[in-house]
C-alpha cells in the first residue's frame, strides 16, 4: 500500500531540516543535484552499476578545508544492478533514513514500474506520484484526456490508419530503447502501410506497438518546451511561475533537416526516414504577446490536474507546445516532472525564473527552494505525496 497521507506526515515529521535531495542518475539530475547544492541541501544520486562515472567522479562534491563544496554537487552515490532494484524494502527504509526526499524524473517512473511507485514505493515523492500514470499515451485517462478536461488545445487524434488524410505523426516507443522514440510521420494509409513495414524491418519499432500508437496531426510550427512550477506553499493565485523555454535536438532528425533536398533524396532509403531520438536541449525565449495566452493554458491544466488528481500539480512540469502560423499554442505532451531540458539552465537560471526572483532560477534550484522551505516550516509533507 502507498503511504497515506497521515503515515506521510508521520515519516517527514522525523525528517531533519535540510533533507536529503534525492534523484535518478540520468535525464535531469544533475540540475536537481546542483540545485540542492546551492540551498545547502545534501544530495543523493541513484545510479546503475556501470553508469556512475558521471556523478561519482566527474561531477562529485569535493570540499575545502573549511568543510564548504569547492567544486561539484553529487554528495552521495548509490549503485544498483538495475534502476529498478532502488525500490526493494531495505533501499526504502535506507532511503527514509537518510531523510531523502525524491525528486522523480523520467528515468525514476520508466525504469521502476508504475505500479511500484504508486503502491510500494514507501519513500516521500517531490510532487504528485499519482499523475506519473498520465505520461503514458497508451493508459485510458492520459495527458490528452486531461489537457481535454482543461480545454488545452492539442492536436486532433485520428481514428486508426485508414482516417489518414493529411500530414500525420505516429507515436509509439521505439522497439528496444523502451524510453526512446519510434515515431514516424505519414500523410496517408498507403504511406503509413509502407513506412511502419519498413521500421519494423529495420527494428525501430514493433508491430505489437502499432496497435496502440497514437495517430494524431502534425502541427506545422516551431516547437517550445515550457517549463513551468506550481507551488501550493503560497496563495492559489501566486502559486503558478515559468521558469523558463527550451527546445530539443533531435538525432537524426536535426542533421536531416540540415541537407539540401536533393541530398536529403541522395541518401539510402532507409536513412531518409529520420528518428526522434532527444540527444539534447537549447534556450528559448518567446515573443512576449505570446506569454499571457501560454500562462493562461498553464493555469487552466493546474486547476484540472487538482481537481481529477488531488493534491494536483506540485513543483515543476512542461507543457510542449507548437507555435503556429499565428502564434495559437497546441500542447502536443506534457511532463508532470521536471523536464528534460532543464540541465540547459543549471547554474546560470532560467531566463523567466531569474526575471521572477532576482536571483539565478533554474528548475533543480526552485525545487531546493520549495524542499527548503517547506521543511523549515513544517511543511514539507504538502509537498509530497
Known amino acids: 500500500m502507498p503511504l497515506t497521507p497521515a503515515e506521510l506526515r508521520s515519516v517527514v515529521e522525523h525528517y531533519p531540516r535540510r533533507p536529503t535531495v534525492a534523484a535518478v542518475g540520468s535525464h535531469s ?9 546551492t540551498e545547502g541541501l545534501p544530495t543523493l544520486v541513484l545510479a546503475q552499476r556501470g553508469r556512475e562515472a558521471t556523478y561519482a567522479r566527474y561531477f562529485r562534491t569535493i570540499r575545502g578545508r573549511a568543510g564548504e563544496r569547492a567544486r561539484g554537487c553529487v554528495d552521495e552515490v548509490w549503485t544498483y544492478p538495475a534502476f ?20 522523480p524524473n523520467r528515468a525514476f517512473s520508466s525504469y521502476v514500474p508504475l505500479e511500484v511507485i504508486e ?13 506519473l500514470r498520465i505520461e503514458e499515451r497508451t493508459e485510458r485517462e492520459n495527458y490528452y484526456t486531461l489537457l481535454e478536461r482543461a480545454g488545452v488545445p492539442s492536436p486532433r487524434r485520428l481514428d486508426g490508419p485508414e482516417a489518414i488524410d493529411r500530414l500525420a505523426i505516429v507515436k509509439l516507443p521505439h522497439a528496444s530503447r523502451r524510453l526512446e522514440r519510434g515515431f514516424f510521420t505519414v ?12 521500421l ?10 502499432l496497435a496502440t500508437a497514437r495517430i494524431e496531426e502534425y502541427v506545422l510550427g516551431p516547437v517550445f518546451n515550457f517549463n513551468f512550477f506550481f507551488s501550493p506553499l503560497v496563495p492559489r493565485a501566486d502559486g503558478l511561475e515559468l521558469l523558463g523555454v527550451d527546445e530539443r535536438r533531435e538525432s537524426d532528425l536535426d542533421g536531416l533537416v540540415r541537407l539540401p533536398a536533393e541530398q536529403q533524396l541522395a541518401l539510402p532509403e532507409a536513412a531518409r526516414l529520420p528518428r526522434y531520438t532527444v540527444v539534447g536541449h537549447g534556450t528559448l525565449t518567446v515573443r512576449e504577446s505570446i506569454l499571457e495566452e501560454v500562462l493562461a493554458l498553464a493555469e487552466r491544466f493546474v486547476d484540472a490536474s487538482r481537481e481529477r488528481y488531488p493534491p494536483g500539480i506540485v513543483g515543476p512540469f512542461c507543457l510542449q507546445t507548437c507555435l503556429d502560423k499565428d502564434g495559437r ?6 511532463a508532470v516532472r521536471i523536464g ?3 540541465n540547459v539552465h543549471l547554474g546560470v537560471g532560467h531566463p523567466y525564473g531569474n526575471a521572477l526572483w532576482r536571483s539565478p532560477m533554474s528548475t533543480g534550484r526552485r525545487i531546493a527552494v520549495e524542499i527548503a522551505h517547506a521543511a523549515h516550516a513544517g ?3 504538502e509537498v509530497v505525496t
Open 340 to 342: 528534460g531540458g532543464t
Open 29 to 37: 539530475a544533475l540540475d536537481i543535484a546542483d540545485g540542492a547544492a
Open 200 to 209: 519494423i524491418a529495420q527494428g525501430t519499432i514493433l508491430a505489437s506497438d
Open 329 to 334: 499554442p497546441t500542447v502536443f505532451d506534457v
Open 379 to 381: 511543511r514539507l509533507a
Open 84 to 103: 529498478a532494484d532502488l525500490a526493494a524494502p531495505a533501499e526504502q527504509e535506507r532511503l527514509r533514513a537518510r531523510g531523502a526526499v525524491l525528486v
Open 119 to 131: 503502491e510500494r514505493f514507501r519513500v516521500p515523492i517531490f510532487g504528485s506520484r499519482a499523475m
Open 187 to 198: 500523410a496517408s494509409p498507403k504511406e503509413f502501410r509502407e513506412k511502419s513495414a519498413q
